[in-house]
């Protein structure tokens, strides 16, 4: 065991280093008197050489700022905030979907609320001209009667099988008797309709909106035939249309928490089917399954992607 004496950089008093087993290196020294901390270099020729001179605050501040080895650097502090603006526009992206897909879900409950509180009559409305084409399978019959909600109607035979009528809208029971054929029952509901607003034009007839054709058959007795296509609606959508918006209520939360990828595009496909307020709700539901694929990497369970 040797020792050597040196002098402290800072405040010069004299301070006794012990060497134990090795005659020279790098060690660690504190002064004393003031309390620094010293790296002290013997080379072999026993010459020693202060390499390093720091207070107990800057051994402290170098602690606290320490960075990982293995941390992976950035070329600069542009490519940080790159990083987070990015980050920041997938988050926004994520929000924007979810709205698509609960947006088409709640138009959807909508519709479907609609449909179900259909009004059967719309007193306050305007009569609409019907059009009732009454005809068999080889010709046309002119000396039919129509019947609505069991009152003989108003009707104008315009030729070749056609009537035309005068009805509010809403929902009827239309009964054709005809010699020597069936008489044929359908249950009909009439959507309001305004031909100023609409882009459809209504004064050519369409069917199942302001036409309604019906085919009889010769015989006697009793003939149903199949509603019209809103009254059908009107039966068995308002049902179907809420379990499927409340699918797409499910695949909006599941997409805004990112926890499965499938049943987020199962959810935006039925928010689509939902059918809300007929046109948009659709639109809006494609618009989402379309920017899917671009968040399907921030989904957290990969397993179920």
Not at 182 to 193: G, K, L, R, S
């Amino acid at each position: 065991m040797s020792s050597m004496d040196y002098k402290c950089p800072k405040c010069n008093t004299k301070n006794k280093l012990i060497l134990m087993g090795n005659d020279w290196g790098k060690f660690e020294q504190e002064c004393k008197t003031c309390n620094i901390f010293l790296d002290i270099e013997i080379d072999s020729k026993q010459k020693i050489n202060i390499t390093r001179v720091e207070t107990e605050k800057d051994r402290i501040i170098k602690k606290n700022s320490a960075v990982p080895s293995d941390y992976k650097k950035l070329d600069n502090e542009s490519n940080l905030l790159k990083t987070d603006k990015k980050k920041d526009n997938k988050d926004k992206l994520v929000t924007l979907i979810s709205l698509l897909i609960i947006s088409a879900s709640i138009m959807g409950f909508i519709t479907a609320g609609a449909l179900y509180y259909s009004p059967d009559e719309f007193p306050d409305s305007d009569e609409i001209k019907i059009e009732v084409v009454i005809k068999n399978d080889t010709a046309n019959i002119e000396d039919a009667v129509i019947i609505i909600n069991n009152q003989d109607s108003k009707q104008t035979y315009l030729g070749k099988g056609s009537y035309e009528i005068f009805l509010k809208p809403g929902k009827y029971h239309i009964k054709i008797n005809a010699p020597n054929h069936t008489n044929a029952n359908m249950e009909v509901y009439i959507p309001p309709q305004d031909n100023n607003l609409s882009l459809v034009d209504y004064n050519q007839g369409l069917e199942g909106v302001n036409l309604f054709t019906f085919n009889l058959k010769e015989g006697t007795g009793e003939d149903t035939l199949d509603s019209n296509t809103y009254n059908s609606m009107i039966k068995w959508c308002p049902g179907l249309i809420f379990i499927f918006s409340l699918i797409g209520t499910w695949g909006a939360w599941t997409t805004y928490t990112l926890q499965s990828y499938k049943n987020a595009q199962i959810g935006t496909f039925f928010s689509i089917l939902a059918m809300g307020f007929f046109i948009v709700g659709p639109i809006l539901g494609i618009v989402a399954l379309f920017l899917l694929p671009k968040i399907k990497k921030k989904f957290t369970v990969p397993f179920k992607n």
